[in-house]
């Protein structure tokens, strides 16, 4: 048995020209430049859309075809979940010429239009404070956290702009390499194959 099998856009236009020809005969003109062509053309792209939706729904039922979300609920019927990504942690210096409070992650957990203080690198990757502080004059290292989730390395001393302007912050700076670099999500291939050797 291979499975659920549906017709190719080819196979859709013949038999749609083939039925509009048994109702007005067969000497309608349905060239794909012509109006019942291209209008044929576009009934086909309908049905081949959903017949590849159909065929998506399908394959969701079996773990080795499934994708994302359906690929999830899968394998949690084994009892196996997806690897999730983490972020990149980062240690940045952070100096200051007076009383400052930067906001961190922790305040946008109530505040949904917060931003929390974010720097970046040359190259645009963000960085975003983790928890809120206030700073008095000097130099504090404070960890922050890439904005994106996932594998994020940068160079040390290189993260030196200040996204987030405030006033009282002179300069920022990561003279160390990252606390821990980011993991990628698991993909779904990665997904299935855990799955398989979890029954071997």
């Known amino acids: 048995y291979q499975g659920l099998k549906i017709n190719t856009k080819q196979e859709v236009i013949d038999n749609l020209n083939a039925s509009l020809q048994l109702i007005y005969g067969a000497d309608i003109n349905v060239d794909s430049n012509s109006p019942d062509g291209q209008l044929i053309n576009i009934f086909a792209q309908v049905t081949i859309d959903l017949l590849e939706l159909l065929v998506s729904v399908y394959n969701s039922f079996d773990p080795d075809s499934a994708v994302g979300a359906q690929l999830d609920s899968r394998a949690a019927l084994n009892g196996i979940t997806r690897i999730p990504g983490t972020f990149t942690i980062q240690n940045i210096s952070v100096t200051v010429d007076r009383s400052v409070t930067l ?11 917060g931003t929390g203080f974010t720097v970046t690198d040359d190259a645009g ?3 975003i404070l983790i928890d809120t502080v206030a700073l008095t004059t000097g ?6 956290r890439a904005a994106e989730i996932g594998t994020v390395e940068v160079l040390q001393n290189t993260i030196t702009n200040i996204k987030t302007v405030t006033l009282g ?3 920022v700076n990561n003279p160390s390499a990252a606390t821990s670099i980011g993991i990628n999500e698991e993909t779904d291939s990665q997904l299935r194959v855990r799955r398989e050797k979890a029954f071997m």
């Open 139 to 144: 130099t504090t290292v404070l960890p922050f």
């Open 125 to 127: 990757t963000e960085f």
């Open 103 to 113: 906001e961190g992650l922790d305040a946008l957990e109530n505040d949904i239009n």
């Open 169 to 171: 912050v002179t300069a």
